[in-house]
């Protein structure tokens, strides 16, 4: 596998004159700025980046694997079944989106996933605009970009609810996992497209696989102690590299409308198990600037965090037994903060409708009002604030 290094960089366009008369220095327009976001092969390449003072980061590329459903299972239309009661799914109810006055109309969402099914029910009406960052072609072979698109933007199926946002009219699909799984330079520059096609919110629910990379470098001839330390540094590499990424999209919203960064946590803790562990969520989801999402379960004393969800995210979502499109056709249930994610994706395209209606659409009040919607009131009173941070998202009510 040919190494690849992503390199990060603010781009400057060239002052231009202004036509007229001249009054000192005014007579040029301000300098516009936007991300760039170059992936190289070559190491004197980055080397030579690093010289350059638009450089904000650069690391080599490292393995980024979907995070996977912990669980999948049928759906049956039988009004009677909880998750279908009075044909709303219950992450759609549990969110406060069935009250809300919102849809997300005018609002651009951006999913990094696995792709999407265009020709499921749930997407009609939906202008899908599709980049494959992966070699394997458009559309999706998985499922799971299918079911978190479903959750953030369907349209009702057979009569049930399953989208958060369902007055979404464009979406940006990435397919950034494929066969061979993904990179992070595969995300890095899918973040870029969508910010270049106007995302306001982009949702991931993917994470930097480090054993998988770690293994790698093992494969490339390297002791483990060597592959475990270059494994380290290129974790902490591509940290910086998220980082920069979400600094220069909200310093960079003076030139275009805000967008918000949500990703999964994962779902590699056992809670449950004897003896129980817990495992920190990992980039992108922690990285700067991000809202990182934790999944939460229904029971009969309230809202708890799921066996399966890491620690450290900002806001929790609904993210066990939620219904959503199934490729083919029809819906089908996962679990997961893949699933919880998408809730909080869609929760925030309302925000932003409320937001650019009344005026208040910045980078700053975007990102705050998200998670300062979240509750802890609907939740057992033993859930923690490392397990499910500020509570469970909501919509705006008003």
Known sequence: MAEEYVIIRVRRAPRRRRRGPVFGPADAEPDTESLDVNVVTSRDAVAEAHADPDVKASARSMPMQLIAPVSISAVALD??????????????????????????????????????????????????????????????????????AGTIFGRDVDGMRIGIARGVTTALIGKVIGKAGGSSAKIASAIHWAIENNANVISMSLGIDFPGYQAELQREGLRPEPATSMALEGYRQNLAVFDSISELIESLARFHEPCLLIAAAGNESRRQNVPPYEIAASPPAVSEGFVSVAALQDGPQGFSVASFSNTGAKLSGPGVNITSAKV??????????????????????????????????????????????????????????????AGIVRAPQS
């Not at 409708?353 to 009173?381: E, H, M, N, Y």
């Open 79 to 148: 009004a009677s079944a909880p998750a279908l009661a009075a044909n709303v799914a219950w992450g759609v109810r549990a969110v406060g989106a069935d009250t809300s006055p919102f849809d997300g109309n005018g609002i651009v969402v951006a999913v990094l996933d696995t792709g999407i099914d265009r020709s499921h029910p749930a997407f009609k009406g939906v202008e899908l605009i599709e980049k494959d960052f992966t070699g394997d072609g458009n559309g999706d072979v998985n499922g799971h970009g299918t079911h978190c």
């Open 328 to 389: 083919g056709g029809g819906l089908v249930s996962m679990d997961g903060t893949s699933m919880a994610t998408p809730h909080v994706a869609g929760v925030a395209a309302l925000w932003a409708q409320k937001l650019r209606r009344d005026g208040t659409f910045t980078s700053s009040k975007f990102s705050s009002d998200v998670v300062s919607s979240a509750t802890r009131s609907p939740l057992i009173p033993a859930s923690t604030l490392a397990a499910v941070g």
